[in-house]
């Protein structure tokens, strides 16, 4: 089993800053890419970002690239999101999943565990 704990979510005014931890334990070693994904009130949770644990390579969802940083620390089990120039659509709960294969990362189906996730609230 995988246990993912998030943490950092809280209420931020627009344009401010939030970063985002994800820290994993259990069989970490079965771990090939891990992600973040976001679930708005009453809408679909979506694909945030994702980076492969090895190569660090990363993956972004358009509307957050060049605003949201992803990283990780092999070291720590631990994988981070850097969120800068917030918006009221980035409100959302913010999960984060550990993907086994580290294919189909930008869909829900590619993670094999979950977090409970953390909410972030952007609003004045």
């Known amino acids: 089993q995988v246990q993912l704990v998030e943490s950092g979510g809280e209420l931020v005014q627009p344009g401010g800053s939030l970063s985002l931890s994800c820290r994993a334990s259990?069989?970490?070693?079965?771990?090939?890419?891990m992600g973040w994904f976001r679930q708005a009130p009453g809408k679909e949770r979506e694909f945030v970002a994702a980076?492969?644990?090895?190569?660090?390579?990363?993956y972004y969802e358009n509307s957050v690239k060049g605003r949201f940083t992803i990283s990780r620390d092999n070291a720590k089990n631990t994988m981070y999101l850097r969120m800068n120039s917030l918006k009221s659509e980035d409100t959302a709960v913010y999960y984060c999943?550990?993907?086994?294969?580290?294919?189909?990362?930008?869909?829900?189906?590619?993670?094999?565990?979950w977090g409970q996730g953390t909410h972030v609230t952007v609003s004045s």
């Open positions: 999943a550990q993907s086994a294969r580290g294919v189909d990362l930008r869909t829900a189906s590619g993670y094999n565990y």
């Open positions: 259990g069989r970490t070693f079965s771990r090939s890419a």
């Open positions: 980076i492969t644990w090895i190569a660090g390579t990363t």
